[in-house]
């Protein structure tokens, strides 16, 4: 007498008729627990998914919020907030059904699936070779082995093909998001707020101080974890519903029911005791972010550093970095450890301990056609459905790990959100810079809100032009002055009076804030600082940048021709001295200071623009070479509009701005040789001064010696 049929015996009669009702309409309530409990592991996924958080609000603390780099607290947490990011994103990373990201996507899944259905298979093969060993059978255990060996083959094959499709989606979103980015970033816009971001991001405003992390770090981060949490949490809980349904079809759906309840109450502690991962993620991303920029800092500024002697310092900035840095992560480490300790002890112990429970069912109690009384039968059902156990058991831990690998996501998202975001605010406009002080008088207020107007002419003219740098100090409330084409323009005066700003608003970097701008299209400026830009390259390159050798041909040049621009500047031995034009070097390294200078003018000389913008361009050629290239330039019908102080250039030029320092300017033609004589006079002057303190102090010296004669 089975024990099921003794408890029968001693129950009330009303139970044992509900039990016989009960065991009659049992096929229909098997499917109504097992549809209700698939629907009740979709609905509670996507609920939990959906709405859960690393905090609520007025539990978040510090270390919740990941800090912008403008030092804005930005709240990361698995939200609706998050999802908008998400969802523009995969926007941009798949863009279409018919994309290459979706067929990999598609793969994939299928590939899932299949190895869901080998797991099954598995499960069972592995109850019928322990039950042929119980019933001593030795051909049906041989014949299991065969199968087991055979099934290897798809399985292993399957595994492989999934790791190598999740890398390969990796790559392709990584490769479409930084496509998308750099179009943007890069991007080359003739004219417009929307162009020169990469210059833009930098300097005009604060949220993002190193874009090139972003770029390489935050996206390769984004994309290897948006690849993995695919299969990290669509195949648990498939294979949660094919394992489970499969586990009721052997035990019946009712242990399925009280394993649910036990699986729901403890998921919901762990959600309570869940650290907000998705947080730390991106303070760890900001943090090495903060390293790297101070490293790059140091070899930026290396010389200047050297020659302060500032080793020591700068050696306690890298180490506050780091050590902010390392605090951090250890701090994660500890947190993770006991979540992780709770986490197994739950999923693993408490819900295997429960499940072998469940397995036992059909052992001790006796459920109408599900089991044979026979010995072998009843290993290989408790074999098979404790693999399953097993495996669900799995599946629903790493469906509650999906959540800590989508919280990682969360951050990373946030971290590239941000960086879509702000290029997306730069490109209309708006920047986020800290302001100094002398923005909250009323007038600068005023200009500040106020936007200029561009227009496109052959001649450059500025009406009542504000000059504002980015943190809103501004230098010259109402600029006017005009250049015409042949015209050369100078432009003096102290340091920091807006002499470079005024290049900077006329090439696009800066915006206009008042008044109205006429000027060239951006491609008829080139500019040539005191310290030019050499690229990574060729010695042609240095020439011809931003051109390639092919549109240096299709313009009808030569190498001749770039031989005969370097004779202008006195520069053709370098071709022959360095190995030729294709020979590759380091060049801000191999070339002097005048030397880069020299090229710098043959590019000016290559291009033809119609106007140059010299800033200090000339400080390190020789005063007869110089003359060549001024002369060169206007022959070619460059226009140019220089910063400097050597006189020697006053004379090439027609007009004259002077900055006074103070927000105030003149401009007026330039009269060089009266200028030269005013200039003369003044050094002779100020000659003269410098002996008068000599001379006092020789005649204090006599004076004192005749007192000394008289007495």
């Known amino acids: 007498m089975t024990v099921l049929s003794t408890l029968r015996q001693r129950t009330h009669p009303a139970i044992a008729n509900f039990s016989k009702i009960y065991a009659t309409h049992r096929p229909i309530i098997q499917r109504i627990l097992t549809a209700g409990f698939i629907t009740h592991v979709l609905v509670t996924t996507f609920s939990g998914l959906s709405t859960r958080s690393s905090r609520t609000s007025k539990g978040k603390t510090r270390e919740q919020s990941a800090p912008t780099e403008a030092g804005k607290p930005q709240r990361v947490a698995v939200d609706a907030a998050f999802y908008r990011s998400l969802s523009r994103i995969l926007r941009l990373v798949i863009p279409s059904l018919r994309s290459k990201e979706a067929l990999l996507l598609l793969t994939h899944s299928s590939l899932l699936v299949f190895r869901t259905a080998i797991s099954l298979y598995v499960a069972a093969l592995d109850g019928k070779i322990v039950a042929s060993l119980v019933r001593a059978q030795p051909l049906q255990f041989l014949i299991n082995i065969l199968r087991w060996l055979l099934v290897a083959i798809p399985a292993t094959w399957t595994n492989s093909w999934l790791s190598y499709i999740q890398n390969k989606l990796a790559i392709a979103y990584r490769t479409r998001l930084t496509e998308e980015v750099l179009k943007q970033y890069l991007g080359h816009q003739e004219e417009g707020p929307e162009g020169k971001i990469y210059y833009k991001i930098s300097n005009l405003d604060d949220r993002v101080k190193n874009p090139d992390q972003m770029i390489t770090h935050d996206i390769q981060k984004f994309s290897n974890s948006l690849s993995a949490i695919y299969s990290n949490l669509a195949k648990p809980v498939l294979d949660v519903i094919l394992y489970n349904y499969q586990l009721s079809q052997n035990v019946g759906a009712e242990g399925l029911v009280l394993l649910t309840v036990v699986v729901h109450f403890s998921a919901a502690l762990l959600r309570k005791l869940t650290p907000p991962f998705g947080a730390y993620t991106s303070i760890s991303a900001q943090l090495l972010g903060a390293l790297r920029h101070t490293h790059s800092r140091l070899l930026e500024f290396a010389e200047e550093i050297a020659f302060y002697r500032g080793e020591e310092t700068e050696k306690m900035l890298v180490e506050r970095e780091y050590a902010g840095l390392v605090m951090h992560e250890n701090r994660v480490l500890v947190r993770r450890w006991w979540h992780n300790c709770v986490e197994e002890g739950v999923v693993k112990w408490l819900w295997g301990s429960f499940g072998l429970v469940i397995c036992a069912i059909p052992v001790f109690f006796k459920l109408p056609g599900v089991y044979s009384t026979d010995l072998g039968s009843r290993t ?42 702000t290029i997306e605010d730069i490109k209309r406009g708006k920047f986020e810079k800290a302001l100094v002080s002398s923005v909250d008088s009323e007038d600068n207020i005023k200009i500040l809100k106020g936007r200029g107007k561009v227009v496109q002419s052959e001649e450059i003219r500025f009406q009542n032009v504000p000059i504002v740098t980015p943190n809103g100090d501004v230098l010259v409330k109402d600029l006017s002055f005009f250049v015409k084409p042949g015209q050369h ?124 913008v010299l800033d200090e361009a000339t400080s390190l050629v020789p005063t007869e ?39 105030g300017y003149v401009f007026t033609k330039l009269d060089a040789e009266k200028r030269l004589a005013l200039q003369e006079e003044k050094q002779a002057l100020e000659a003269k001064l410098l002996e008068v303190p000599k001379m006092r102090a020789r005649l204090s010296e006599l004076l004192t010696a005749r007192e000394e004669q008289e007495m």
């Open 380 to 421: 290989e059902s408790f074999v098979t459905n404790r693999r399953l156990l097993l495996s669900s058991s799995d599946a629903f831990g790493r469906v509650m790990y999906s959540y800590k690998d989508l919280s990682e996501l969360a951050g990373y998202t946030a971290r590239v959100s941000m960086l879509l975001d």
């Open 489 to 612: 323009l100078l432009i003096v005066g102290p340091n920091g009076c807006g002499k470079s700003s005024l290049f900077r608003i006329l090439g696009g970097l800066w915006p206009v804030y008042g008044g109205v701008v006429h000027k060239p299209p951006a491609d008829q400026f080139i500019l040539i600082p005191q310290r030019p830009y050499l690229p990574i390259g060729t010695l042609r390159d240095q020439v011809i940048y931003p051109h390639n050798k092919s549109q240096m041909e299709e313009r009808g040049m030569t190498d001749d021709d770039l031989l005969e621009i370097l004779s202008i500047v006195q520069m053709e031995s370098v071709v022959e001295r360095e190995g030729g034009w294709d020979a590759a070097r380091e060049w801000r390294d191999t070339l002097s200071g005048g030397d880069k200078q020299k090229i710098a003018w043959a590019r000016l000389f290559y291009h033809k623009p119609k106007y140059a």
């Open 625 to 663: 070479v110089e003359g060549m290239m001024m002369d060169r330039a206007t022959e070619l019908g460059i226009t140019l509009l220089t910063v400097s102080h050597r006189p020697s250039l006053w004379k090439y030029h027609a007009m004259i701005l002077h900055y006074d320092g103070l927000g």
